[in-house]
């Protein structure tokens, strides 16, 4: 049992020893896409390893459900996906969610499903949810899709693509944000045997049907990045992370190749990889990155650098503001509670100085992501994280992991 469901608190001399293996969280990004093609295809096939975080679950219990409304709570990949999907599937459905999942923008998204026959109706206000989806009306050709405030939408619509009357093309406009998670969506759906044509902007999917007996999700490089910035942070550390796909179309995969600028150094081990703190590499004193693509991991890499002393400077994040929380925001003032220097903007954040006190209480704003990327703060002073388990939205057992790899104990006895 953790010390507190509303806290957990972590010290360095957890981390005096650091060593293990981690079974990985499977990719709740492919899992999600596995399953709304899955739900919309007339050939059955299995999915293998769907793992139990909360946003593949209330994206099973989604697409399960006999009732009208379905309730997704923080999970916007789902929202976005479901959209899509309960427009093509002959079904009434009312969605809504949580607070901060009403701030989430759709209109794009709806916008575009209507031009392709849907018919939804905003039931509060206009361009969020909770909306109502009478599925079933949707034809294919052609649409055109902003693509600067969020890659779910495109991919939202590339997986009901093939499921429409002569297939559709998507005519992307606009500044390109995360294409490596549209990338995830080709990759999966190209696994399937779909046919999906990129050409510049535009992207031709065929109507067709998967023509695979399972699919089986593979491991979550988003998870894999937390561990490998604490063997940074931890002289001697060395563990060994399993169910990682090494050619893997996951875009916070970069996030190995980024960590060659730290301490820090892998291998492959047969399917495993194994990471560990290498004392002949130096750390930069000023770290510089454009997190376009990894999004993701802003958090991740703005906690390592502030644990090292590391100045840093991150660009790219203009998607941040959309998230579980404004996690620009949230950086900025739970930072400037350690005494550093942090200034920020729409797209950019830039953090100097060294940490200047000795205990902290970090919040975490309902989001998953500000909890991992905070408990890195414990390898080097006492750390407070408030509401600990919102880390179940996509990494459920992490505490437990990071108690198997530490040298005391994160639980009550």
């Keep these: 049992m953790m010390k507190s469901k509303k806290q957990i608190n972590l010290h360095p001399s957890l981390f005096s020893g650091f060593r293990g293996k981690i079974q990985l969280e499977i990719s709740k990004s492919l899992a999600n896409r596995a399953l709304l093609i899955q739900a919309l295809s007339k050939h059955s096939f299995e999915i293998e390893n769907i793992g139990n975080s909360d946003d593949v679950l209330l994206m099973q219990e989604a697409l399960n459900s006999n009732h009208q409304e379905v309730d997704l709570g923080m999970a916007g990949t789902a929202l976005r996906f479901l959209c899509a999907g309960f427009s093509v599937l002959p079904l009434t459905k009312v969605i809504t969610g949580h607070p901060r999942l009403k701030e989430r923008p759709i209109r794009p998204l709806i916008d575009a499903l209507r031009k392709l026959g849907a018919k939804i109706t905003y039931l509060e206000k206009e361009g969020a949810i909770p909306i109502k989806i009478e599925g079933g009306n949707m034809h294919g050709g052609k649409v055109e899709m902003e693509q600067n ?9 590339m997986m009901i693509a093939p499921f429409l009357k002569n297939g559709l093309t998507i005519d992307r406009l606009g500044k390109l944000n995360s ?25 031709q999917i065929p109507e067709s049907n998967p ?7 593979e491991g979550d490089w988003s998870s894999a990045a937390y561990w490998m910035a604490f063997v940074v942070l931890i002289l001697d550390a060395k563990m060994t992370l399993k169910g990682l796909k090494e050619e893997s179309f996951q875009g916070d995969q970069k996030f190995l190749e980024i960590m ?8 492959w081990e047969d399917d495993d990889l194994v990471i560990y703190h290498d004392q002949y590499k130096r750390n930069p004193s000023n770290f510089s990155y ?21 100045d840093v400077n991150l660009k790219g994040l203009e998607t941040l503001k959309y998230k579980e929380s404004n996690r ?18 729409e797209d950019t954040i830039s953090v100097k100085g060294s940490i200047q006190v000795k205990n902290a209480e970090i919040a975490t704003y309902n989001d998953h992501r500000m909890a991992m990327a905070a408990a890195l ?34 639980f009550e006895k």
């Design 149 to 157: 405030t969020s890659s779910q939408f495109i991919s939202a619509l």
């Design 211 to 217: 023509k695979i007996s399972s699919y089986k999700v």
């Design 260 to 267: 060659s600028h730290f301490s820090f150094g892998s291998y």
């Design 179 to 203: 294409q490596s998670y549209i990338d995830l969506t080709r990759g999966l759906m190209e696994e399937m045997h779909f046919e999906v044509k990129m050409q510049g902007n535009e992207i």
């Design 377 to 410: 703060l414990g390898t080097r002073i006492d750390v407070d994280i408030e509401d600990p388990e919102v880390v179940s939205k996509s990494y459920p057992s992490f505490w437990n992991d990071l108690d198997t790899l530490t040298s005391g104990s994160l």
């Design 290 to 310: 454009d997190c376009s693509e990894i999004p993701d991991q802003a958090q991740t890499l703005v906690f390592l650098c502030v644990c090292l002393g590391v």
């Design 328 to 345: 620009i925001e949230a950086m900025y003032t739970e930072l400037t509670k350690l005494g550093l220097h942090v200034e920020r903007d």
